[in-house]
C-alpha cells in the first residue's frame, strides 16, 4: 500500500521515489515484519497458552527428553509469521502484481491446512490430527489452482517449461505435464518443510535462508538487464516476490527470537506448511524449481530419511536409522539439540551458496 500510495508523490516529494526500488521495499518489508513478530508476539504467545491447556501433542515414540523438556509448549506459532508476512507484504509489494497473490493464496492456504491439522492435534490430544491422505489431497488441490494460475501469468516461452541448472539455453516443453510438476514441488517443500520442524530453530532458521536466495534470485530473474547478464531466463514481474521474501525473513527472524532453544512457541503445521508451500510457489514463478532442491538440499536429506527408514523397515523389518527424520537420529545418538540446530544450520549456508553458483555456472 505504501508503494500505491507514496510513489505516485514522487514528482511532488522526491524522496518518495526510493519506492520504486525492489532493493529499498525489499529491505523495508524485512524490518517491518521483524517488528510486526516482536510486538505481536507475547501477546500471541500467551493466548495459545490459555486456549491450549497441554500445549503441543509430544510424540510417544520421540525421544525421551522431549516429553520433560518440551511438554506444554503452545503449537500453531507459525501464526506469527504468517501475520507478520501478510502485513509486511501489503504495506510494501505492488499489489497489481499478480504473483504476490498467487504466492500468498499457496501460503495462507497451507497455513490453513495446517491449522485445522494442529487444531486436531490439540483438541484430540494426540499427534495425529488430518489423515495424511486428506491432508495431501487438499495440498494437491491447492497447488493445481496455482499451478495453472501461474502457467496463465508466465510468458508464453517459459509457462510449461521446466529450467535445468548450469545449462543457459535448457528448456523441456512439459506441457500440461508442468502443472503436475509445479504441485509436486509445492507439495513437496511444503512437506519438507514439516518434516524438518522437530527441535527448537532447526526449520526456522532453514527456510530464512532458503528465502533470502530467493530473494535474489526473484530480483535477478525479474531484471532484464541482470537475467541477460547471467543467461538466467527473464521473468518479467517476478522481482517483486524480493518483498515477500523479505517479509518471509523478517517474520521468520521475529519468530525465532520466541523459537530458539528453549522453545517458549513451536511453529506447527500452520507455520511449516505455509513456509514450505512459500518456498515451492516462489522457485515456480522463478523457473528455479530444481535449484531449490539445492538451496533446500537439507528439507529433500530429512524427506529422505524418513522414505528411506519406511522402506528399509517394510521390506526387512530393519531400521536404518535410530530414529527419523534424521535429526532425531542424531538425537539418539546423544548430540545435544543446540549441536544439531547449529550444524544443520550450517548445512543449509552451504547449500545456499551451491545454489547460489548455479545463477553464474552456465
Not at 21 to 36: D, P
Not at 76 to 89: D, E, H, K, R, Y
Not at 176 to 200: C, E, K, P, Q, Y
Not at 219 to 234: K, T
Request: charged residues 10%; glycine residues 12%.
Amino acid at each position: 500500500m505504501l508503494y500505491h500510495f507514496l510513489f505516485p508523490l514522487a514528482d511532488q516529494f522526491p524522496a518518495f521515489n526510493v519506492f520504486r526500488y525492489l532493493t529499498f521495499r525489499t529491505g523495508g518489508a524485512v524490518i517491518t515484519a521483524l517488528i510486526i513478530s516482536f510486538v505481536i508476539g507475547p501477546s500471541l504467545i500467551n493466548m495459545l497458552k490459555n486456549r491450549q491447556k497441554t500445549g503441543q501433542p509430544i510424540r510417544d515414540d520421540g525421544p525421551e527428553s522431549h516429553i520433560l523438556t518440551k511438554q506444554g509448549t503452545p503449537t500453531m506459532g507459525g501464526f506469527m509469521v504468517l501475520i507478520a508476512l501478510s502485513m509486511s507484504t501489503l504495506l510494501w509489494a505492488n499489489l497489481t502484481n499478480g504473483y504476490i497473490w498467487v504466492a500468498m493464496g499457496v501460503t495462507f492456504s497451507y497455513g490453513a491446512v495446517g491449522f485445522v491439522d494442529d487444531y486436531l492435534k490439540i483438541t484430540q490430544g494426540h499427534s495425529g490430527g488430518l489423515s495424511a491422505r486428506l491432508k495431501l489431497t487438499l495440498q494437491t488441490a491447492i497447488a493445481v489452482v496455482a499451478a495453472v494460475w501461474i502457467m496463465d501469468m508466465l510468458p508464453g516461452s517459459l509457462s510449461m517449461t521446466l529450467a535445468v541448472p548450469f545449462f543457459k539455453n535448457t528448456l523441456f516443453n512439459l506441457g500440461w505435464g508442468f502443472a503436475a510438476f509445479a504441485a509436486i514441488v509445492m507439495v513437496g517443500a511444503s512437506n519438507a518443510v514439516n518434516l524438518t520442524d522437530g527441535l527448537d530453530g532447526l526449520a526456522i532458521g532453514p527456510v530464512m535462508i532458503a528465502a533470502a536466495v530467493f530473494a535474489m534470485i526473484s530480483y535477478l530473474v525479474g531484471h532484464v538487464g541482470f537475467a541477460d547478464y547471467l543467461q538466467i531466463h527473464h521473468v518479467p514481474g517476478s522481482g517483486e516476490l524480493a518483498v515477500f521474501c523479505g517479509a518471509l525473513i523478517g517474520g521468520g527472524l521475529g519468530f525465532l527470537w520466541f523459537n530458539a532453544p528453549p522453545a517458549k512457541i513451536f511453529m506447527g503445521d500452520t507455520g511449516s506448511l505455509a513456509m514450505g508451500g512459500a518456498l515451492g510457489v516462489v522457485s515456480v514463478i522463478t523457473k528455479h524449481e530444481l535449484v531449490l532442491a539445492i538451496v533446500g538440499g537439507l528439507f529433500v536429506l530429512e524427506t529422505v530419511s524418513v522414505i528411506v527408514q519406511v522402506i528399509s523397515f517394510k521390506l526387512t523389518g530393519k531400521r536404518v536409522f535410530a530414529m527419523a527424520p534424521i535429526h532425531h537420529h542424531f538425537e539418539k545418538k546423544g548430540w545435544a539439540e543446540a549441536t544439531i540446530v547449529i550444524r544443520f544450520w550450517i548445512i543449509a549456508v552451504i547449500l545456499a551458496l551451491i545454489g547460489l553458483s548455479t545463477l553464474k555456472l552456465r
